[in-house]
Each structure stands twice: as structure tokens, then as C-alpha cells.
């Protein structure tokens, strides 16, 4: 997306014009009008080979606790779930885990690639395989494979801890992309290190928080959507 695009597209979302609601848009690479959304339906954007349980996504799927989600390569989806919101990446592979209620969910399981999402209010694990997240009204953003997690906490609360290790463990509380980390597996043991934001903007942030009526904490009247976090 070229930067008078992105910024066309962020004074659009920042002014309220999209909602899960009502009609919407989000520009394709190209700039041009990508997709026109209809009321009530999950998928905001769908690109590729994407699995629904084993089913292949069209825009009117419709995407549920327990069902999990497939993308290949060059592929990716965005879409809605109760209150919270997700964009994943080709070659990715996540599970919705039903919670005590069937119709919502609490537990996440991103088996690989590359996941970014916003959630609403109450708390919500996710499992990757070498760590397990607990998160709070957050946003975050995942790039798993099978003896790396890389977590950017882009704000809200995040407590994680190593699966084989729980004295590998942090508590973060974050606003604005401070303290993205990796936790890494090798024969020795599992270990973490500080990172820095890679792979996701803030205009994608914010484009998930509108297709669920919301805006991230740090849109304030101060905020350059020009600048780098």
C-alpha cells in the first residue's frame, strides 16, 4: 500500500467510517477497493487457500468455537469472532478451542505462522508449542514454529511461560509495542530474548479493531499514524 493509500485508509478508520455493521471496505495491495462487506458476516478479507475445518473459506463463511483455521502460501484471512478480531498470515495453522460455554472461546492454539489479533474484555489463553500466554484485553502478534515463538505484546497485559519450563516466565504490560520477545527451545532448554516489533503496523491494528467497533489505546489525539512505533 503506497502512503497516501494507507493514510486515506487510516482518516477512514480513525473518523469511524467502518464498522462490523455496516457496509465497509479495506484497499487491496493496489490501493484499489479490495472486497465490499455485508452486514453480519465474520470474514472482512480473504486471499488464497484458506481452510475452514477442512472445508475451503468463502466470504460467507461463517466461523465458529472448536473450528479451526488453515491458510496456505500466499494466502491469509481476516475475521471476526464475538468480541474479538484476527489477521493471519499464510502458511498458518490455528485452532479455536471452545471455552465451559460452547459458544465462546478461551483458548487459542496457534500450531504455526503468523497470527496478529485484538480481544474484547476477559481473559484468554494461547498455546504455541514451546509457550502458553494468558492475555487481558489486548492486542498481540505471533510468529510460531515448532521451537520459536515470537510475541509482540502491541498493548494490554500478557503473562507467558516456557511449556517444558515454568521458571522461564514474564509478566508484561505494554501500550505501544515495548517489549516483544522470543522464546526459544534448543537440547538444552528453553530461553527468552528480547526482540523488536517485526512483521505488523499499526494500520493493521487498527483495522481490526474496527471490524469490532473499537480503536487501539494508543490512537489519541497525539497520535502520528506516520510515524514508526
Partial sequence: MNPVDRRRLLQFLLLGGISSKASAFWFGDDGEEDQAETPGRQIHKLKGDVQVSGNAASASTLISPGDEIVTGD?????????????LLRSNTRMQLEKGLDDYFVDTLRILGGAVLSVYGSGRKRIITPVATAGIRGTGTYFEVEDNETYLCTCYGEVDFTANDDPGVSEAL?????????????????????????????DTELI???A???????????????????
Fill in 207 to 209: 483495522m481490526l479493531e
Fill in 211 to 229: 471490524t469490532v467497533d473499537r480503536k487501539p489505546p494508543f490512537v489519541t489525539e497525539e497520535y502520528d499514524p506516520d510515524a514508526d512505533y
Fill in 173 to 201: 504490560s505494554t501500550t505501544h509495542h515495548e517489549s516483544p520477545r522470543y522464546i526459544r527451545q534448543n537440547s538444552v532448554g528453553t530461553y527468552m530474548v528480547q526482540a523488536r516489533p517485526i512483521n505488523h503496523t
Fill in 74 to 86: 500466499n494466502s491469509m484471512i481476516v475475521f471476526h469472532q464475538g468480541k474479538d478480531a484476527y
